[in-house]
């Protein structure tokens, strides 16, 4: 795979934060709207472009700054879960594209320094890339283009873990500085923590 191929970002932002009591992705952490947190790890990230989906919460588009990368799609089909934005994101991005970091719209502490390493890590029989912390594998995930079509089979909430599980060696654990790779928000408590 060659180096001089572009890198895509999406970030997953069409949940309906039932846990949360919805609009989670505009409360406020550290004094930003979470989807900000977001999309400034996505934007640090050595991209071209960056998608995001959203779904049921239109109130977070005026959040977003203006930036030429930045495009968003909406998911239809957001009520059927993750793999459902997966395939609104992936339909949108450059077909030119090496592969595609993965992120979460609830994540606000991803370990931003991570990316370029990870960029670096996606090339011969590799597959994909994620951080690792205390023995657990977080976000954001960078995936090779080659998987691509079997991200677009799958269904409902299923996200990509299954997909990642089946790698072995084709998976590369990259050792994140903290926790921020597998912090996220799930109910308004946890914007204190």
């Known amino acids: 795979m060659s180096a001089a191929k572009p890198l895509s970002a999406l970030i997953l932002a069409a949940g309906q934060s039932r846990r949360f009591g919805g609009g989670k992705l505009r409360a406020l952490w550290n004094g930003r709207p979470l989807i900000l947190w977001a999309l400034e790890a996505a934007l640090a990230a050595p991209v071209t472009e960056v998608i995001l989906v959203w779904g049921g919460d239109p109130l977070i ?3 977003l700054p203006p930036d030429p990368r930045l495009e968003t799609v909406h998911c239809e089909d957001h ?3 993750m793999g459902a934005s997966l395939a609104a994101g992936l339909g949108a991005i450059d077909p030119n594209s090496a592969g595609a970091y993965i992120f979460l719209g609830d994540m606000p502490r991803v370990p931003i320094m991570l990316m370029e ?5 996606l090339a011969g029989q590799v597959q994909a890339i994620a951080p690792q912390f205390d023995k657990k594998r977080g976000h954001p995930v960078l995936l090779s283009a080659a998987l691509f079509s079997k991200l677009l089979t799958l269904k409902g909430d299923q996200g990509a873990g ?3 599980k089946d790698l072995g060696e084709r998976l590369i654990l990259v050792p994140a500085p903290d926790d921020g790779c597998l912090f996220d928000i799930d109910r308004p408590d946890d914007l204190d923590a």
């Open 117 to 121: 390493t990870m960029a670096q890590a």
């Open 162 to 164: 299954g997909v990642l």
């Open 79 to 81: 009520l059927q879960g």
């Open 61 to 63: 588009l005026p959040l």
